[in-house]
């Protein structure tokens, strides 16, 4: 991700998406092993997941150093004009690292010799819930927790909150985090995930490609 906001595309022959995304990825990615220790870099800690059975489910993230057993938190903020559905948080861990994609939905070469990394994962909160795609926080510091329907999370530590906001375009889903409100505070990361189908917008392209 480049700036904070990487960007999969999953639909080349879209050239607006691709152009837009391919430049907000990281130019150079510095793989680092997660400790709780080091600094919160958005890059290599936050990825998108996806779960389709009881237990097992993809992750993809920038970051190529996760072993078996790191702690993955899931966290669903649903979009906004779907009142019927609740914020919640969820647990995971890595099973192992995947030698290729387990959902071709969610990451690609970022056009500059990058990937995203894939890993099978397992949830460890029962019931086992179904995401599409959901935001993945990778060994979080800090309690992640769900608070007047929004997940409440200083991941970083500098005392700010974040927020997490999803939207869709009209062919896909745009997980974002900000620091402070969505679409008034810092942007600090953003993923967008190709759905395969037309989809109904719920956002704008300032609101999912503007802030930079």
């Known amino acids: 991700m480049l700036n904070s906001w990487g960007k999969p595309v999953f639909k080349s022959v879209v050239a607006t998406l691709a152009i837009t995304c391919s430049c907000s990825r990281p130019s150079q990615p510095v793989p680092r092993a997660v ?3 080091q600094e919160f870099v958005y890059e290599q800690r936050v990825g998108v997941a996806s779960v389709r059975d009881d237990e097992n489910g993809c992750l993809a993230v920038y970051n190529p150093t996760l072993v078996p057993g790191v702690q993955v938190t899931f ?3 649903p979009d906004v004009t779907q009142l019927a559905e609740s914020a919640t948080v969820k647990e995971a861990t890595v099973v192992e690292r995947l030698s290729q994609s387990c959902d071709n ?3 690609m070469d970022a056009g500059n010799g990058f ?3 894939f890993y099978q994962i ?3 909160t029962k019931p086992s819930p179904f995401y599409s795609t959901v935001v993945a926080i990778i060994n979080p510091d800090r309690p992640i927790t769900v608070r007047a329907g929004k997940i409440d999370a200083d991941l970083d530590g500098d005392g700010t909150n974040e927020s997490f906001r999803t939207c ?5 889903v745009h997980h974002q985090i900000w620091t402070g409100v969505p679409l008034q505070g810092r942007p600090r990361w953003h993923w967008y995930v190709y759905a395969g189908y ?3 917008p719920t956002c704008t392209e300032q609101d999912y490609f503007g802030p930079k």
């Open 75 to 77: 966290v669903d903020q």
């Open 35 to 37: 400790t709780k220790s």
């Open 198 to 200: 037309d989809t109904n």
């Open 105 to 107: 939905h969610m990451g």
């Open 115 to 117: 990937s995203p990394s």
């Open 122 to 124: 397992r949830l460890v």
């Open 168 to 172: 869709s375009s009209s062919e896909g």
